[in-house]
C-alpha cells in the first residue's frame, strides 16, 4: 500500500487558513474591516486622499444613461455590461 505525502506542510495550511480568514472579514464599503472601521480607537487614524477619475466608469455611466434614455428603465434590468479598452 503507498501513502501519498502531503501536498502542504503544516505551516503552509496554517497560512492559508489565516489568508481565507482574513479575506473573508466583514469589510465596510471602504474596503476597511469594519473591526477596524468601527473601533473607536481608530476614530483620527483615517484620511480620505483626493479622488481620481474612473474613466472607464464614466464611460459606462454614460453608455448605461443613453441606453435607458432610449430603451426605458425596464430594459435595464437584464443587460449585463462590460467595459474594454480600445486596441
Do not use: C
Not at 432610449?70 to 462590460?82: F, I, N, Q, V
Amino acid at each position: 500500500m503507498s501513502v501519498t505525502e502531503s501536498r502542504f506542510t503544516p505551516r503552509e495550511v496554517a497560512l492559508l487558513l489565516a489568508s481565507r480568514r482574513e479575506e473573508n472579514a466583514p469589510r465596510s464599503s471602504t474596503g476597511i474591516k469594519l473591526t477596524e472601521a468601527t473601533d473607536p480607537a481608530n476614530a483620527d487614524a483615517f484620511t480620505v486622499p483626493l479622488p481620481i477619475t474612473d474613466f472607464a466608469a464614466r464611460k459606462l455611466r454614460r453608455e448605461q444613461d443613453a441606453y435607458e434614455k432610449r430603451w426605458g428603465k425596464e430594459a435595464m434590468h437584464d443587460t449585463l455590461w462590460r467595459v474594454q479598452m480600445r486596441d
